[in-house]
């Protein structure tokens, strides 16, 4: 019987956890039953459809009750795994030691706020039972509320990534999916400490399918993103997955440099043929801002790819894990 992980990555969800875990119950214990199809003279049916499952919920440092609720809920249900981080390493970081810990066939990655519908769940898992694709995702069919300017910054950010990368980025699409054991293991083996998980689903390939969802609301509680996060995790994600910016400083070098010289032509034959009356303080002003500008925005670029080259160098964990099911942990590094 295929193992199903479900990995929950939380961060201060005490008040969404009890209906979370409800709701996977109504949704997963049908799908454990034995059904009939199954007991077959010994013969593996093609098609299964009786799963167990893992409820692996990461506790990302929460300063709430969430780690003594998952703690209790694995009192009562041995489905229940936890691996409690040191301190709050943020989701992406959260995931991979959920990657790591997932002992599934099968892993769905699901946020703890029940925005990602729990209903899904069975569809996910009949698409991956065919064996034919390792990833089944879930795109958004709309964005939900959300303002002008935010939405416009996304379809900047998503198009600039498509067309800078080699593989497709998919839009509208999250950590919501269903990840094949295989998809799982290539995974784990993306260990940068500058992580965009998002990209790197795509990055690792691996035959995909798509299935449609309608976002809810968050049942309580706060997003943990504002709009700087975004956009701190837009940058992320273009500066982790591309070298296009500095392609970019190069052309801006190249273009202003080239500007400069025929401007400097057209003045050098305007003084050989006209003369040349002294002016041109406010051209002298705008030209010296205009370079300046260029090149903070050039070392700020580089900079960029710097600082993620110095956090790379020092080979840190991605995260501390100080806890798995009760169990000290000492050394995860070598997972
Ligand atoms: N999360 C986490 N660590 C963090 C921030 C968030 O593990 O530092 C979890 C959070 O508990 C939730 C999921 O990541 O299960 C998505 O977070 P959130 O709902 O705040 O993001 P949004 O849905 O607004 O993208
Ligand atoms: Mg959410």
Aim: some cysteine; overall charge negative; glycine content about 6%.
């Amino acid at each position: 019987m295929p193992l199903i992980t479900i990995l929950i990555p939380c961060y201060n969800e005490e008040q969404s956890l009890p209906a979370l875990y409800e709701a996977l119950c109504t949704i997963c214990n049908p799908l454990q039953e034995v059904s009939s199809s199954n007991i077959c003279e010994g013969i593996t049916p093609p098609h299964q459809d009786s799963y167990s499952f893992e409820f692996l919920f990461i506790n990302d440092g929460s300063i709430d009750d969430t780690l003594s609720i998952i703690k209790t809920l694995r009192t009562q249900d041995e489905r229940v795994c936890y691996v409690d981080l040191s301190r709050n390493f943020g989701k992406e970081n959260a995931m991979l030691a959920g990657f790591d810990f997932a002992k599934g066939d099968a892993v769905i990655i699901m946020d703890a706020d029940l925005q990602h519908p729990p209903t899904l769940i069975p569809e996910m898992l009949r698409i991956w039972n065919n064996g034919e694709v390792q990833d089944v995702y879930a795109r958004r069919k709309t964005r939900g509320h959300e303002p002008w300017l935010r939405k416009q910054f996304s379809l900047l950010f998503y198009r600039i990534l498509d067309h800078a990368t080699r593989f497709n980025v998919l839009q509208n699409v999250g950590d919501f999916r269903l990840l094949d054991k295989q998809a799982i293991y290539a995974l784990r083996r993306l260990r940068e400490t500058e992580r965009y998980t998002k990209g790197m689903y795509c990055w690792i390939g691996f035959r995909k399918q798509e299935i449609e969802f309608e976002q809810q609301d968050r049942i309580a509680g706060n997003s943990k993103w504002n709009f700087i996060s975004l956009l701190n995790l837009a940058i992320e994600g273009i500066i982790s997955f591309t070298t296009a910016p500095l392609r970019l400083a190069t052309y801006l070098g190249m273009l202003t440099a080239l500007g400069a010289f025929v401007y400097g032509l057209y003045y050098f034959i305007k003084a050989l043929f006209v003369g040349d009356p002294v002016a041109g303080f406010p051209t002298l002003i705008i030209v010296i801002l205009l370079l300046g500008g260029i090149q903070l925005i050039t070392i700020g670029i580089i900079g960029e790819y710097l600082g993620r080259i110095f956090n790379e160098v020092k080979h840190r964990p991605v995260y501390l894990a100080q806890e798995y099911n009760g169990e000290r942990q000492y050394s995860i590094q070598d997972k």
